[in-house]
């Protein structure tokens, strides 16, 4: 299928709908192909989480745990250490 960019941006939902159903649209600007909306399948779906709020598993590098006290503190010792 294949839609101008004026159409897209007017019957949005039902070109979405169709790439929904497995179509693929392609979007053109004055004749000039620009974008492609496609479905998208379970094997496109990333491993991980894309969600800024899913889990993410960080692995455990022997660092002390940092609290709110030594956070504050970290700029001030980091001074004392450079100074002669």
């Known amino acids: 299928m294949e839609t101008t960019a004026r159409e897209f941006s007017r019957k949005s939902s039902q ?3 169709a790439a929904a159903r497995g179509e693929t649209v392609t979007v ?13 399948t379970d ?3 990333p491993p991980y989480p894309t969600s800024p709020m899913g889990e ?7 660092l ?8 504050r503190d970290a700029p001030r010792q980091a001074g004392a250490q450079t100074q002669p």
């Open 28 to 40: 053109t600007k004055n004749g000039t192909p620009v974008a492609r909306v496609v479905p998208i």
């Open 15 to 17: 070109i979405l709908a």
């Open 64 to 71: 002390p745990e940092l609290t709110a006290d030594n956070a």
């Open 43 to 45: 094997n496109d779906t």
């Open 56 to 62: 993410i598993e960080l692995p455990d590098l022997g």
